[in-house]
């Protein structure tokens, strides 16, 4: 559900689209007497910037994570009544029209609207028409229409990103990878007994939980950053934290594929929205910067700070992942379309099958002596008999120890001519 950024009463002053021989890359909004009115939140997010903006004179934007659509909404031409890191509630007032045109961008008193897809961009096809975004929104002050039963979904998602206080605001742009834990605890127990310990003590959060119940507990939001890694994998990660042990077998862990594919399908939304390709990360590719999944074991690898090993060996990566990208292609392929076709794909080449041909390459040269098709220089004997002299105990390549063999054997024959020749 959203709620409309101005009261009840405004009216579309001037739509998305063409105007004046340009493109309004907003909807404005008002109501003849504008001056001093109230803006609101038109859904739940953290506030990414108040203050001066060049032909605004002052705006509000704020950023809203993928549990609840995702996107970034931009108010115009304002008084700012809020700072950047804070949470604010669909709803919340947020600013209020600023009347002055000495310091509104001097324009006649209104409300500029932009509804960007992702995180604020330049004029194009991902700001979005507000009033196609606002399609059945609230009005503030309204009386709230009968609640319908909720899906299964719905209510077994619970949002608690106000009780996690601690932590602190991040940039959504260095977001790259998605980070597995468990959180060492029976399969069984309820996600919200996990938060209510983290909570207390302070011990740790996550982005979400997700617990055998199929239950999933926001603790926080996208922007922000989590106590999960002990490392730079905070920065630039979204951590999901399976209530688990972590000792679990594959088998154990794939008598719950229900809640496999459900965390599965919130993980494609992440995937989607910070272009992640579900492929599996080692350390070195984390250190690399490469986009992808990984566990809390890797971050501890690539960068200290940490010796847990979750989710652990029994974790069914190939399952997993494999949930994730039949969400992905199950989306609306004509909105999603250029990357899945070539972001998404290229990634997926360089992080999963391009390991696979290096190594193909690798021992198709052990063999050869060439790497490419087409090279077939061979080896010299001499020298894989060096190389093989040179290592440590009785450690050899197929083609040193073929070398070495060859020349024993040459040696062999030789001490038998030499007999032959002294009878």
């Known amino acids: 559900m959203v709620t ?99 310091t509104n961008g001097g324009v006649v008193p209104h409300l500029h609207f932009e509804w960007h897809r992702y995180s604020w961009t330049q004029p194009g096809p991902n700001r979005l028409d507000p009033e196609v975004m606002l399609k059945g929104a609230k009005w503030v002050g309204d009386t709230p229409a009968p609640v319908r039963a909720a899906t299964a979904v719905a209510a077994n998602v619970l949002d608690w990103t106000q009780r996690f206080a601690f932590g602190r605001p991040r940039p959504t742009h260095q977001i790259k990878n998605i980070i597995i834990h468990v959180t060492v605890n029976a399969p069984g127990t309820p996600a919200e007994n996990v938060a209510n310990y983290q909570i207390n003590s302070q011990s740790g959060s996550y982005h979400e939980l997700t617990d055998t119940t199929i239950k999933h507990l926001i603790e926080n939001t996208d922007d922000w950053l989590t106590w999960s890694t002990g490392n730079y994998g905070n920065d630039i990660g979204l951590h999901r934290s399976f209530v688990m042990w972590g000792t679990e077998t594959r088998a154990q862990w794939l008598k719950y594929d229900a809640m496999l594919r459900e965390a599965a399908k919130r993980d494609a939304e992440w995937c989607r929205k910070y ?111 060096k190389n093989y002299q040179a290592k440590p105990g009785d450690n050899g390549t197929l083609p040193e120890m073929l070398a070495v063999a060859l020349t024993e054997i040459q040696e062999l024959r030789a001490d038998v001519n030499e007999i032959k020749e002294a009878r």
């Open 4 to 102: 409309m950024p101005v009261p009840k009463g405004f009216k579309v002053t001037s739509p998305f689209g063409p105007r004046w021989g340009t493109i309004h890359w907003g909807t404005d909004y008002g109501c003849g007497d504008n001056a001093g009115k109230p803006v609101y939140a038109v859904k739940d997010g953290t506030v990414t910037r108040a203050g001066a903006a060049r032909g605004f004179g002052r705006w509000v934007t704020i950023d809203h994570p993928a549990s609840n659509g995702g996107g970034e909404t931009v108010y115009g031409h304002i008084i700012p009544e809020v700072s950047p890191g804070q949470k604010v509630r669909e709803g919340q007032r947020i600013a209020r029209i600023d009347g002055n045109k000495a």
């Open 275 to 385: 272009n992640i390709p579900p492929v599996k990360l080692t350390a070195a590719d984390l250190r690399a910067g490469k986009r992808g999944f990984a566990g809390h074991l890797e971050t501890g690898q690539a960068w200290g700070g940490t010796d847990h090993v979750d989710p652990g060996t029994g974790f069914p990566w190939d399952v997993y992942l494999g949930y994730v990208r039949e969400y992905i292609n199950g989306t609306d392929k004509k909105e999603e379309g250029d990357m899945l076709t070539k972001k998404f794909f290229t990634d997926f080449i360089k992080g999963f099958i391009g390991p696979v041909i290096s190594d193909v390459k690798d021992i198709r040269q052990q063999i050869t002596g060439g790497r490419d098709a087409g090279e077939y220089p061979g080896w010299s004997v001499s020298q894989l008999v």
